[in-house]
């Protein structure tokens, strides 16, 4: 028995240390974070994503762009707060109407296994308060024909548009939709500054004939806006017909105009004097006395005598 005890204690030992070997060599279990739709506004409750500026796999800095996320009033874009890697992308890009902190994307850190990403529900899944056979009963649309209309028909969706100047959102998105990756290369801005307006867009798409739309291009002139081109009837019944004057009847309203001058009263300017030019600069004169009547003087005098 006492040899048999060290035997079973080296026996447990080593099953024990099999244990642990085993568990050692397991895989860590990765922390995925849940990436969620952001609220660009305190009023803000759907958005519309524009798009990833990542793609699954990619690593990210603090404060590296990774989406872009359309309002109402404009495209704005999403910074990362922290390192990590984009671990799968569940909304993609050019969704409309995302509901805020809705999932839209697992985030990982550098090093975690993207394998073990937990599996979510896409847009093709049925909704969660469907019944489960409401997506198999649903008949499926057949896919329409093209349409030879359109000369300029693009691929749906593109995962890139390159620009290199202001470009409208509503434009942005459009090109996005429609396929049209480098926009300024086959569309004609006829906006301010050549920028490019949805109109041309769909204009180039053969949606409206013209990108103005039923408004009608119109240039006015100078002559326009100061009001001197009028209609034809109009002005030769307003205005009378102009007739040059003869050399007489211009020199007999020159001579006219000379003899006018001529009669003109003319009044002659005060001396300028010394004291007039200081007048207005010195101290006020104390007035004179009042100097007595020559009736009482004489009237004083006539009493002195007596």
């Known amino acids: 028995m006492s040899l048999l005890a060290p035997v079973s204690r080296i026996l447990r030992m080593g099953r024990s240390a099999v ?8 895989l860590p279990r990765a922390a995925f974070k849940e990436f969620t739709m952001p609220a660009m506004s305190p009023t803000m409750e759907h958005g519309n994503l524009g798009q990833w500026k990542v793609s699954e796999g990619d690593t990210f800095s603090a404060g590296d762009i990774i989406l872009e996320v359309e309002t109402d009033k ?17 909304v993609p890009s ?6 805020v902190n809705d999932l839209i994307a697992w985030l990982a850190e550098e090093g975690d296994d993207l394998s073990q990403v937990p599996e979510t529900k896409g847009a093709s899944q049925p909704p969660r308060d469907a019944p489960k056979g409401a997506a198999e009963d649903a008949p499926k649309q057949a896919p329409t024909p093209a349409s030879s209309e359109r000369p300029n028909e693009v691929p749906h969706g593109t995962d890139t548009v390159h620009v290199t ?9 459009l090109a996005h939709e429609r396929g049209i990756s480098e926009p300024e290369k086959v569309i004609q801005g006829t906006g301010r500054h050549g920028m490019i307006t949805k109109g041309d867009v769909l204009a180039y798409l053969g949606d409206i004939k013209s ?22 009837a109009h002005a030769k019944a307003s205005q009378p017909a102009y007739t040059p004057l003869s050399a007489s009847e211009h020199r007999r309203l020159v001579v006219a105009g000379l003899a006018s001058l001529g009669t003109a009263p003319r009044t002659p300017a ?31 005098a006539f009493y002195e005598k007596l």
Do not use: N
Not at 165 to 173: A, E, G, H, I, Q
């Open 19 to 26: 244990q642990v070997a085993r568990m050692s060599t397991s």
């Open 74 to 90: 404009a495209m704005m874009d999403v910074e990362a707060q922290d390192d990590g890697v984009m671990a799968r992308i569940v």
């Open 94 to 99: 050019g969704t409309k109407d995302v509901p």
């Open 165 to 173: 100047k202001p470009t409208f959102p509503s434009v942005l998105r």
């Open 211 to 232: 990108a103005y739309g039923t408004a009608q291009v119109h240039h006015t002139t100078m002559s326009e806006l100061s009001g001197a081109k009028r209609d034809g």
């Open 270 to 300: 005060p001396p300028a004097t010394y004291a007039a030019v200081l007048e207005g600069y010195g101290a006020p004169k104390a007035p004179a006395p009042p100097r007595p009547s020559t009736a009482a003087s004489a009237l004083a």
